[in-house]
């Protein structure tokens, strides 16, 4: 396993401020930490900047590191939360949004999209589960069965602006749902839906 080459001794080195060890660390870890950067953000220099980030952190605070603990897991939530922070960012600019909307659109990795598709179907479909029967009936009427709202309407004898209505509060409640998620879902729904 890929840990055993940095070894408890190793830490121990680098929480005494060993340069060397440091080193070793990084030419270990910078490349999977770049890659997780990578299947968040599609941008090589934002991820670039997140290796970089994860590793000044790692040396910054390196005394409360545990000797015998998992170093790729300490360095994996750091990389994960700072990407996080950075998407959110992105998402809160319009241009930065639709770069990141077309590089991910350019850089299917279909694996990858794979799992997070997977996971966002799990995380809406208990969301889903949760509205109320009428809302819930519709959404899916309308998702997954791709019927109109016309035809929605007809199926349960209500008008049209009903079926909207539901649809609209379904939505909202989805899109605040997700909003608390990790932000990578709502990305990941405009794709899947």
Known sequence: MINKLID?????????????AFTAVYMLYSAKTYRLAYRF?????????????TFITLW????????????????????????INSLKLICKST????????????EHNSTEEDVIAHDLEVFTQKIIEKLPPQQQLVFKLSRNEGLSYKE????LKI???TVK????QALKTL??????????FFIAILFHH
Do not use: F
Not at 41 to 53: M, T
């Open 8 to 20: 408890s001794n190793s830490i121990k080195r680098l929480i005494a401020g060993d340069e060397t």
């Open 41 to 53: 953000l599609k941008d090589q220099g934002q991820s670039e900047e997140i290796v970089q980030e």
């Open 60 to 83: 910054l605070n390196r005394n409360k590191l545990d000797p015998d603990g998992d170093l790729w897991l300490y360095l994996y939530v750091i990389s994960k939360r700072l990407s």
């Open 95 to 106: 241009d930065q949004r639709n770069v990141l909307i077309r590089n991910t659109t350019q």
């Open 152 to 155: 929605i309407a007809e199926e």
């Open 159 to 161: 008008s049209p602006n």
């Open 165 to 168: 209505n539901h649809m609209i």
């Open 175 to 184: 899109k605040t749902h997700l909003k608390t998620a990790d932000l990578i």
